[in-house]
């Protein structure tokens, strides 16, 4: 070996502490951040990276693009609101769109697993499908894996998207004033309580249907209109919780919002009661927050409750000064509280 | 379930024979191309798709851009000669390079096994920082994944690409004509070998290392000096074979090859034979063949043997027409033989 030798140079992890790969590294919280921040942006040590929004903003040419991956191991494949296939546009979609930009062309690659029943695999193609359609972008590109017989789990799939920009700007969290509200476009947890129930085998008296949705067509609804929009972030890994605490570290702002403005469907907080899950840090797959001027909440509140998928639209709250940057919250008893970033341990596996 | 609902409709595989996902479906042979022409193909319906290249063309705004998408799923990880890490840049380099693109973005999609080593995850991070500043493409987007322990095998990854076209018009198969020559940019068979031999521990008088590079420069010096070539493919799953008898297929073309002008490391001759391996079908990561008028060939020469990567460059045959299209062989005896698409079974995860 040489000193040039990639294995010369040695882990920034403290390896003592997490000599493996945990669940947690994966789970949107504290320790997929360590990862992110200790081993990948100083590998890849790109500013694209290193911006920590949903895609990348690029330049080809005479054009700028978004470009995003995701991979999708989410079990079960199936569950109330939506599929594997489903969430793999969607996703990656989303991804696009929280950038500010119109989804147009998506990739899909599958890893499968040597017996995995022909009959699954053709209807989560269908269901890709179908959800490419609805959104209007091509899937243009793909690869297929097979890997042996208990070296996966049915079937993975990443899908990475290229999108254009509608407005002038990409939208990403260095664009976020002090004094910007805060929307949330609607109730919390149904994708993560979905897929927890599915898997578990739970039943609650009514049957909690994922958020699954494409993001694409209220985001490009409110850019077209000209809404003055600073940052979007969408609600996966980690829930509301992790998107506040990775945008306030990595603007260096504050954020406070109102326990009793942020929605949660009376079964989604029963099933969280039970299980012991914090609402605020569950997935999401059709959620968003945006930070904007409040003058511009008005005319946001317009559009996004034009469309069902807006109708819960609300603000929770703002965007704060400190000295040293946090999120806290009001609580419904009207204490303020730091709330602090999850570790990413509570769901695996939702995604 | 209604009408329109994904399972509603029936898979088009002949389920009966294939109730299953098999290896050889992810084999680069014939079984792999059933499952694109009959279910990837019919469901995503895009031209780009149906074309069947190394990279999809897509535009955006004023630009014509190349996009591509590969998951590796190798084992073992690290093998004489590279690593996943490596294998993952330079395979989705190569799709870019293939369409007559310039590698300009990266995207990395991680899947990794609770309990990996950390350190393992660090060392194929360095390696893949270190392929992609050797080709000058960034890693620009990322996502990582954790899988309980046992669904998958160690880390799976997922690069997509995208790149800008150096000459006038992508190379696909459609450019390709009666009288074409075929040129071989060096000897086959080495990374298939290389990972089999680590694989199942066998050892041969001299350790045979892939052949894994990137044929970025290659190709991007044969574009910038104006080379007129119609159509280019590298040799991965299914090696020279299947890119041969895929291209025939796909255009309606013969291809003639003579056998004693392939050629092959002895050491790899040798482990072919022990193996009962067909050197034509093992797996390459950094060769190709291309397709361009006898009148190029001289040039063509000149530029790929100025670089060790290209100096084994060679010319194994040529395109013309037939009733049927074909792919024929003179073997070494002077028989002439009809070469067939591989199934896929031969070597499983090779990348």
Request: charged share 20%.
């Amino acid at each position: 070996m040489n000193e040039t030798s990639p294995s010369s140079l040695s882990c920034p992890l403290p390896i003592d502490r997490y000599p493996t790969v945990t669940l947690a590294h994966g789970g949107g919280g504290k320790l997929m951040n360590d990862l992110i921040e200790r081993v990948f942006i100083p590998a890849y040590g790109d500013s694209h990276l290193a911006n920590r929004h949903d895609s990348a903003v690029v330049e080809l040419g005479r054009e700028r693009l978004a470009f995003t991956t995701d991979s999708f191991v989410v079990t079960p494949l199936f569950f109330p609101g939506g599929d594997v296939g489903s969430l793999s546009v969607y996703g990656t979609v989303n991804d696009l769109a929280m950038c500010g930009a119109r989804p147009l062309y998506l990739s899909a690659g599958f890893i499968l697993e040597e017996g995995l029943p022909m009959d699954t695999l053709w209807r989560v193609v269908q269901s890709m499908k179908q959800a490419a359609d609805s959104v209007g972008v091509s899937i243009v590109t793909g690869d297929t894996k097979v890997v042996d017989r208990g070296k996966c789990d049915s079937l993975y799939i990443n899908t990475s998207g290229v999108g254009a920009f509608v407005g002038k700007h990409p939208l990403t969290p260095d664009n976020i004033k002090e004094g910007d509200s805060v929307i949330l476009s609607g109730d919390l947890g149904r994708h993560g309580i979905a897929v927890m129930a599915e898997r578990e085998g739970l039943a609650f008296e009514t049957t909690i249907e994922s958020d699954l949705a494409s993001l694409s067509g209220l985001v490009c609804a409110l850019l077209d209109a000209g809404v003055e929009i600073h940052c979007m972030r969408d609600l996966t890994r980690g829930g509301l919780l992790s998107a506040l605490c990775e945008i306030s570290k990595g603007t260096g702002l504050s954020i406070h919002i109102r326990e009793r403005d942020v929605p949660l469907a009376e079964e989604v907080r029963g099933a969280c009661e039970i299980l012991g899950l914090d609402p605020l840090a569950v997935a999401n797959e059709g959620r968003f927050v945006a930070f904007l001027p409040e003058g511009e909440v008005d005319r946001t509140f317009e559009i996004l409750r034009a469309d069902p998928l807006g109708g819960g639209a609300v603000c929770i709250g703002n965007v704060r000064t400190n000295e040293r940057p946090e999120v806290s919250m009001e609580t419904v008893i009207g204490v303020s509280r730091i709330l602090m970033m999850p570790s990413g341990e509570q769901l695996p596996r939702i995604c």
